[in-house]
């Protein structure tokens, strides 16, 4: 592998994780607002522990989840994009694989 090839997969892995870390922090505040708003209570610190309840850690659970991957999943579409726009390429491993190639 060209040593330019791996700067840029290097170089797309900090920007993307950067992007995601950045969507998850931002998701869980939001999320944690809104829980707050809707419940009137705190989220659950540790919904792993059996003193929180099952209905409340499972909610916490399943809203966290589709949360925090919906909103990488928009921050990876989004940088790649950006990355496209700079680059003038797709970021390494995006590429799409056409029916011939595959």
Known sequence: MPVSDTRSILAWRAVAGLATVAAAFVTHKVLSAAWRFVTGN???????????????????????????????????????????????????????VRDDQA
């Open 42 to 96: 705190q989220p659950p610190d540790s919904p792993e522990n059996p003193d929180t309840g099952t209905a409340e850690a499972v909610t916490w659970a399943v809203a966290s989840g589709v949360a925090v991957a919906v909103a990488r999943l928009f921050a990876t579409r989004k940088t790649a994009q950006l990355w496209r726009r700079a680059t003038g390429a797709m970021p390494p491993g995006m590429e799409r």
